[in-house]
């Protein structure tokens, strides 16, 4: 039996897209053999479509669309994610469903029995759970559908179960001779590696085929990278889907043939290039399904910024991209020299506004104000809001959405202008660690040099006052980020991080840098997610609180 795995990207609410790709690939599917399609979680309506789900009119769009898809579907089985009214009250009024259309109609419904409600998932706020699982018999096959979330509880692999069902066992149990699964599983890295090991481990304890087709693009803050699969009875790979494209696979799971063009011995690309490629997807979807075609980009001559904009060439092309560097008299002319030498090995177009006019001009109306008090923080953030003010007006005029530059090191403790160099509509790099921007920076140049060398090795400044350098303020960053790793990610507390053998004093520090800074994340623009914790929707700690680790 040959499956047509549909790795497709959709867009939230654009339902007459959706089920158009979702024909286009099923008749694609068909043609190349296959003898049932599918396609990923919640695919028609997108994901994750959140309080929309409240609205009664997105919901009718969401079943009106299924039911035109049904329309064009024949013979061969097409399954696909939507979401569907549940009758059964008390209960959610919804469930996360997949339908299975044939000759015209739907022929079976299908809801998923897990519903997350960790990280930045939300499920259980709108969903009621399956009452059972049920198989689907076609042809010579008995084929348990899953949804996401109801594949990721087996206890052999999990050291601890979040749920106390197991969709997959019951399915078996109920006779199923092979698995689907309709996927929607947000990426971050190493993600990918984990899922596989975790279906393997099914397939081959279960001795089962198992074929999964993952969601591929971004919603928000969300990536999705696709790596669709198939796997044989033992857990072996029989198909690999492309990483971060769409993909469409066809698989006979009988004979364990991906036809000749299919490479079956997979090895993941390195991790530098996995984020690279996660981040240009995340900018290029933002960018596009918010109804924008270009970018604008300032250029300060750093690496945060240089990996910024070269991120956002390979995601929409250089001739949509505009980057911008808006000196001050405490820039140096070094900066401005590695930022006109990317901007040239990017073939982007490039402006530079003095911005000393300006701030003279500012400082010069809060000189009534200010007098006889000393300079400090407050002078230094005029130029980097004023830089703002710059860029949000060129946005303004051009119609180009404006990217924020900042890094996870320097957003968790603050070490950022609000209003400032935080204005933007996507902060690209919010989600990576600076010790991880100059690991994808040297990737970036492996093969020539396009970002600057100097920008790479000089050492890092905001450059908001005389010789000002980074490591002024905060620990170097090898030692900020392993404690940001441990406290942020990991959770762990401060006492936790000390026993690692980090001086207590800057533990101390760097923990109370990220509890006041909050109040900054919250205004933040949406970040890239591709850590197991980011700020944003994964992790929600209030403003407003006393606690202390």
């Given at each position: ?138 042809r ?22 979040l749920?106390?069902?197991d ?35 099914v ?22 990278d ?11 790979i ?20 991906a ?28 960018v596009?399904?918010c ?11 750093g ?14 092309g ?18 401005l ?87 933007g ?112 929707m ?12």
């Amino acid at each position: 039996m040959k499956f047509g795995l549909l790795q497709f990207n959709s867009t939230i609410g654009d339902f007459a897209t959706n089920g158009r790709r979702l024909l286009d690939g099923y008749e694609t599917a068909c043609q190349g053999g296959a003898d049932f399609v599918a396609a990923p979680e919640l695919f028609l309506c997108g994901y994750p479509p959140r309080d929309l789900l409240l609205r009664a009119d997105f919901i009718q769009q969401n079943l009106q669309a299924l039911e035109q898809a049904a329309s064009g579907v024949r013979e061969t089985p097409l399954c696909v994610g939507f979401v569907d009214r549940n009758p059964n009250r008390p209960g959610k009024p919804l469930r996360n469903s997949a339908a299975i259309l044939q000759n015209g109609r739907i022929v079976q419904r299908i809801h998923k029995s897990l519903l997350p409600s960790y990280d930045v998932f939300d499920e259980a706020r709108y969903f009621e759970p399956a009452d059972e699982v049920s198989v689907f018999r076609h042809r010579d096959r008995k084929l348990g559908i899953t949804i996401c979330e109801d594949i990721w509880n087996d206890e052999d692999f999990w050291p601890e179960r979040l749920y106390r069902a197991d969709p997959v066992k019951d399915l078996i149990a109920k006779g199923a001779d092979a698995i689907l699964n309709l996927s929607a599983s947000p990426w971050h890295r190493g993600k990918e590696e984990t899922r596989l090991a975790m279906l393997q481990k099914v397939a081959a304890d279960e001795r089962i085929p198992l074929l999964q087709v993952n969601s591929i693009g971004a919603n928000d803050e969300l990536i999705f990278d696709g790596h669709s699969v198939a796997l044989d009875h033992e857990g072996k790979i029989i198909s690999m889907g492309k990483g971060f494209e769409e993909d469409l696979l066809i698989v006979d799971v009988n004979s364990g043939s991906a036809g000749p063009e299919r490479q079956t011995d997979w090895k993941w690309p390195a991790g530098e290039h996995q984020l690279f490629s996660a981040l240009s997807l995340g900018i290029g979807d933002y960018v596009r399904k918010c109804g924008f075609k270009s970018i604008v980009c300032g250029l300060s001559g750093g690496i945060d910024s240089a990996l910024t904009a070269a991120l956002a060439v390979d995601a929409l092309g250089a001739a949509n991209v505009l980057g911008v560097a808006m000196p001050s008299k405490f820039s140096s002319e070094g900066s401005l020299r590695d930022a006109e030498a990317l901007a040239k090995n990017l073939g982007i177009r490039f402006e530079s506004i003095p911005i000393e006019p300006v701030v003279a001009a500012m400082e010069g109306q809060l000189e009534k104000q200010f007098s006889g008090l000393a300079r400090n923080e407050a002078e230094e953030n005029i130029q980097s809001r004023l830089r703002g003010v710059i860029l949000m007006a060129l946005s303004n005029k051009f119609g180009s959405l404006v990217l924020t530059t900042g890094n996870k090191s320097e957003l968790s403790v603050g070490y950022c202008t609000l209003y400032g160099d935080m204005c933007g509509a996507l902060a690209v790099i919010a989600d990576v660690l600076k010790t991880e921007v100059y690991q994808i920076a040297r990737w970036i140049n492996r093969d020539r040099v396009i970002i600057p060398e100097a920008t790479i090795t000089k050492p890092p400044s905001a450059e908001l006052r005389p010789n000002q350098k980074d490591q002024d303020s905060l620990p170097d960053y090898d030692i900020l980020d392993a404690i940001l790793s441990a406290y942020v990610v990991q959770n762990r507390s401060r006492d936790e991080i000390v026993a690692r053998g980090f001086d207590p004093a800057i533990v101390n520090d760097v923990i109370n840098k990220i509890t006041f800074s909050e109040y900054k994340r919250r205004q933040a623009a949406p970040g890239l997610k591709v850590s197991p914790r980011a700020f944003g929707m994964g992790r929600r700690v209030p403003i407003a609180q006393r606690f202390r680790t």
